[in-house]
C-alpha cells in the first residue's frame, strides 16, 4: 500500500513540474490593445503634467531675441545724457529746519521708556509670589544654587 502512495505521489509531482513548465497563455488581441492604449493614455497625460510647467514659446522666443539694437541705442542714450542741475543734490545747502535728533523734532525718534512694573518694585515682588504659588512647581521654583 505504501509502494502505491509513493508512487502516486511521484506522479503527481511530475505532473505539477510538467504544469508548471508549460508557457503561460499569451493575452488576446484586444487585452494586448488595451493595455497599449492605457500606456499611451499614461504617457500623454505625464507629457501633459510635464508641459503645464513649460515656458511658453512666445516667452521663450522673446528671451531668445535678447537686447534689440532699439533698446541698446536707448541705453546708450540714457547712460550719456546730461545731468542737468535740477538733478543734483547741492551739499552746501542743508534744511533750515533741522533740530537734531531730539523727541517731536519729527526723525521718529523719542526718549526711550523705561520697562518696569507700574507700582515700583514691591508690585514686582508681589507680583512674582502670586504667579509662583499658582505654578505647579510651588514657591520653591528658583530658589536652589546659583
Known amino acids: 500500500m505504501t509502494d502505491k502512495a509513493d508512487e502516486l505521489a511521484e506522479l503527481k509531482a511530475k505532473v505539477a513540474a510538467l504544469?508548471?513548465?508549460?508557457?503561460k497563455p499569451q493575452p488576446s488581441r484586444e487585452e494586448r490593445e488595451r493595455a497599449d492604449a492605457e500606456h499611451r493614455d499614461w504617457v500623454y497625460q505625464m507629457?501633459?503634467?510635464r508641459?503645464?510647467?513649460a515656458?511658453?514659446?512666445?516667452?521663450?522666443?522673446y528671451f531668445a531675441d535678447g537686447v534689440t539694437p532699439a533698446d541698446t541705442a536707448d541705453l546708450a542714450r540714457i547712460a550719456h545724457a546730461p545731468n542737468t542741475p535740477a538733478m543734483i543734490p547741492r551739499t552746501d545747502q542743508q534744511?533750515?529746519?533741522?533740530?537734531?535728533n531730539v523727541p517731536g523734532s519729527g526723525t521718529g525718534w523719542q526718549e526711550p521708556l523705561s520697562i518696569s512694573v507700574p507700582g515700583g518694585p514691591?508690585?514686582?515682588e508681589l507680583i512674582e509670589q502670586q504667579v509662583n504659588a499658582a505654578l505647579p512647581h510651588g514657591p520653591e521654583w528658583g530658589?536652589?544654587?546659583r
Open 51 to 53: 508641459m503645464a510647467l
Open 19 to 23: 504544469e508548471a513548465a508549460q508557457p
Open 55 to 61: 515656458t511658453p514659446p512666445s516667452v521663450r522666443q
Open 122 to 124: 514691591r508690585t514686582q
Open 143 to 145: 530658589k536652589g544654587k
Open 95 to 100: 534744511p533750515s529746519d533741522v533740530r537734531g
Open 47 to 49: 507629457q501633459e503634467r
